[in-house]
């Protein structure tokens, strides 16, 4: 598994050493380098990575700040010749703090470390349900709305919403509640037309109006997208864009 990673810091030899360091581990990928925290913050608002090394103590906006000001963070590791600094890494939920001059051999645990973390988070990703040749995918299905068995029209369907025990199907012209399980409503609708973005959603690709971030516009509603479901969503998004 690569890891894509960008390296922060305003100290040049510094910043030196980290790519260096970056170019011996063979699993990670170094996307960019940034000697200021305001044009790595600019790159992060378009560009998604597994992890930022990122100085604490820099000019006009310091790390600290930095992870203060964003809302979707990869997973951080601090460097930095200031150990005062450990608390407060500590509170914004860094990874691993790793105090300059930073020996490579401490940079490889760090690195082990994060490797760890990311493997896991993959083997927790959700994977969408497979269809085989054999099943058959209709334009329609009929479903339970309380005492009703309402039709609705798969080209219709903006978006499913989970709610506890329910389901709550939003189409252009109406909301329809149904006792049925994601994984049950999924083996109707195909992948990737349909893609689970979150535990609570289940979004048509081709409704969405636009993406900004970990959020998609649809049918004038703001939806997040999970961590466990951000990799093969935007993998749907990154084969269909020009």
Partial sequence: ?????????????????????????GYLELLAEFDNAIEALEYLKTNKVDLMFLDIQMEELTGVQMLEAMKDKPKVVFTTAYHEYAIKGYELDVCDYLLKPISFSRFLQSCEKIHNMLDTDFENEYQPPTHNENTQLNEFF???????????KVDE????????DYLMVHTYNEKVMTLL?????????TYPQFVRIHKSYL???????SIERN???????ILPV???YRRQFFKVIEENKL
């Fill in 1 to 25: 598994m690569k890891i894509t990673c960008i390296a922060v810091d305003d100290e040049p030899l510094a910043l030196q050493k980290m790519h260096d360091y970056i170019l011996r581990v």
């Fill in 142 to 152: 009929f479903i339970k709305n309380g005492s009703v068995t309402q039709k609705v």
């Fill in 157 to 164: 369907i903006l978006y499913v919403e989970g709610m506890k």
């Fill in 181 to 189: 399980s994601f994984k049950k409503l999924e083996l109707s609708l």
């Fill in 203 to 209: 979004v048509a690709v081709d409704k969405i109006t």
């Fill in 215 to 221: 959020r998609v516009t649809i049918g004038g509603v």
């Fill in 226 to 228: 999970g961590e466990s």
